[in-house]
């Protein structure tokens, strides 16, 4: 009776952490955008032609449709079909909250715990899904850094990061991604961690996650390169290098939203005083479009699920 109160009591609470990191996320936004004054952030709104701003939050959309994806895949290496607005919902939920709170497998894992377990998939099942999401975003890194070495520019890698991180970095790279798919391919065996059994995925679906994967990043750099056009003077695919970097020194250092890391390589990307001054309105609209907006979208989404959720429970108390 001790254990199953126990359990029960855990549940709730990792349940509960969900609503925890949501908070948590939103007050990382506020912290990000609190420096700013409102007619500063008016000003780097205007400032940016309108259809730019249209084009970046289409590429935003897009780029949630594809972290979506990530729990589709992973339902898949489940093995449990679920429908298709379950997935996008939590998916979409789960990273925009983890995209403000930081701590990606513990924040976006607490939203999943919270809305999978009333979907009758396991807490054992939810830790594959999510430990497989943090794969596929792991292996799209190692591809779109070995993509973004060869196509950025060496002195902008040279000014933030030393030559021997730099090697160490696309040789890890490499050899990652070379092993995770030849042992998609070759390693049948499972292996069990704390009593919960991985298996590695087939090699089509390993190729998927690396597809996915580096389309959510490509559209979160499209959204940045969108605002930032007007103010530089550079091809997409030279930018792609310079913004993989970032992201990927963003997700590492566990600074939500990859604060402080951007500034750190795109200040560098756009030397100058007047730079530095759009730099900032850049950055402020991006946080915008990419972060504070889909926490806002995804908060009411979360409401009214919760909300007609209270209400059938209430309902059908009625009717009892």
Not at 263 to 281: H, I, Y
Request: charge should be positive; hydrophobic fraction near 55%; glycine fraction near 6%.
């Amino acid at each position: 009776m001790l254990i199953k109160n126990k359990r029960r009591f855990f549940k709730k609470l990792v349940s509960w952490l969900g609503l925890f990191f949501f908070g948590l996320a939103a007050y990382m936004i506020y912290r990000q955008l609190a420096k700013y004054t409102l007619q500063e952030i008016i000003d780097a709104i205007i400032a940016v032609p309108n259809k730019n701003i249209f084009y970046a939050c289409i590429a935003s959309f897009c780029g949630y449709m594809a972290l979506s994806s990530y729990d589709y895949l992973a339902l898949k290496y489940i093995n449990r079909p679920l429908s298709a607005w379950k997935w996008i919902f939590a998916g979409f939920i789960g990273f925009s909250v983890s995209n403000n709170a930081g701590h990606a497998i513990v924040s976006g894992g607490a939203i999943r715990y919270r809305l999978y377990t009333r979907w009758r998939i396991s807490a054992s099942n939810i830790v594959k899904m999510v430990t497989f999401s943090g794969f596929t975003y792991l292996v799209a890194c190692f591809f779109l850094v070995i993509i973004g070495y060869i196509c950025s520019p060496n002195h902008v890698l040279a000014s933030v990061i030393s030559p021997v991180i730099n090697w160490i970095l696309i040789t890890v790279s490499v050899v990652g991604l070379l092993l995770y798919l030849l042992g998609c391919i070759c390693y049948k065996k499972p292996l069990i961690i704390k009593e919960i059994e991985f298996e590695l995925p087939s090699l089509p679906l390993a190729l998927a996650q690396v597809i996915v994967g580096s389309i959510d990043i490509l559209m979160a750099a499209l959204v940045l390169y969108c605002v930032m056009e007007s103010y530089i003077d550079i091809p997409f695919i030279t930018f792609i290098g310079a913004f993989i970097i970032a992201q990927v020194l963003g997700v590492y250092s566990q600074v939500p939203g990859g604060l402080g890391v951007f500034e750190l390589v795109f200040t560098n990307l756009m030397p100058g005083e007047q730079n530095q001054a759009n730099l900032f309105a850049i950055l402020v609209l991006y946080r915008l479009i990419y972060y504070l907006l889909p926490l806002v979208i995804s908060g009411i989404a979360l409401f009214v699920y919760e909300f007609g959720l209270m209400e059938h429970k209430n309902f059908r108390k009625l009717q009892k």
